[in-house]
Nanobody, 121 residues
Framework: QVQLVESGGGLVQAGGSLRLSCAAS????????MGWYRQAPGKQRELVAS???????NYADSVKGRFTISRDNAKNTVYLQMNSLKPEDTAVYYC???????????????WGQGTQVTVSS
């Protein structure tokens, strides 16, 4: 089994910054894609950013130039640096990782518990 523990959410004024972290632990052989999603009240969960084990990144258009995703493979941890935050960034942010437990198993998707990010105007 794999556990994802997120941290770093909170309340910030518009224009401010926050850094989210997500550490994976448990039965991990390797992790290919790590990502951050968010879900605002009444809206569907959406991809914010993702990063492959090789460092290739992908961002939602709404956060390009403001958010930066990174990972530390040795620590099985993914980060999301969020700058120039806007009220519309307010949401619960979820970490997602595709994890393989051994060389012969398939990759399974795991989710964190979510962390609230609130941006006040």
């Amino acid at each position: 089994q794999v556990q994802l523990v997120e941290s770093g959410g909170g309340l910030v004024q518009a224009g401010g910054s926050l850094r989210l972290s997500c550490a994976a632990s448990g039965s991990i052989f390797n992790i290919n894609v790590m990502g951050w999603y968010r879900q605002a009240p009444g809206k569907q969960r959406e991809l914010v950013a993702s990063i492959t084990s090789g460092g290739s990144t992908n961002y939602a258009d709404s956060v390009k130039g403001r958010f930066t995703i990174s990972r530390d493979n040795a620590k099985n941890t993914v980060y999301l640096q969020m700058n120039s935050l806007k009220p519309e960034d307010t949401a619960v942010y979820y970490c997602n990782c595709n994890v393989r437990s051994n060389l012969y198993s398939r990759f399974n998707s795991y989710w964190g518990q979510g962390t609230q990010v609130t941006v006040s105007s």
